[in-house]
């Protein structure tokens, strides 16, 4: 069993720790709220995920360091983490593979184009940045207004 739960200032600590377990380098921007899964036994993390804004004003959160532990990866674990954060923004975007275009597509989520009419200036230029390094990366946006 784990439980959802949007981590607050005491979490941070174990929060790096299971990046770096996970060999997984995750950053935090300024305006974030993370969300982590622990395991209700353990009382570890076993997965989490990040929101970013780029500022307050901003109203369109960067879904990022959606990373579940590999021994725990096929238990819904990151279905429940997408649940929660969508329940909680109301515009996110996200960079992953195109082939988890399925994934996304069954919590609302659409594929788009990298262009300013679905996203920020500055996502857009963290988008290309990323793309160069993966040429397979798309862009999946939720926004159900």
């Known amino acids: 069993m784990f ?10 600590k174990n929060i790096k720790r299971f990046y770096k377990q996970q060999h997984y380098s995750a950053c935090f921007m300024g305006y974030d709220t993370t969300y982590i899964a622990v395991d209700n036994y353990a009382n570890h993390i076993i997965a989490s995920a990040i929101v970013s804004y780029s500022s ?5 959160g960067l879904l990022h360091a959606l990373v579940v532990a590999k021994e725990h990866r096929n238990k819904t674990i990151a ?7 969508i329940s909680t923004h ?4 996200c960079f992953a593979n195109e082939s ?5 597509h ?9 262009d300013n009419s679905f996203i920020t200036q500055t ?14 990366l798309a ?7």
């Open 3 to 12: 439980s959802i739960k949007t981590a607050i200032k005491t979490d941070n």
């Open 56 to 60: 307050s004003e901003n109203t369109q």
């Open 79 to 85: 279905s429940n983490l997408i649940t929660e954060i």
């Open 90 to 93: 109301t515009s996110v975007i």
């Open 100 to 104: 988890l275009q399925p994934f996304y």
């Open 106 to 114: 069954k919590f609302g989520f659409e594929l788009v184009i990298a």
């Open 123 to 136: 996502n857009l230029i963290r988008y290309n940045a990323y793309k160069k390094q993966q040429k397979t």
């Open 139 to 145: 862009i999946f946006i939720y926004n159900p207004a």
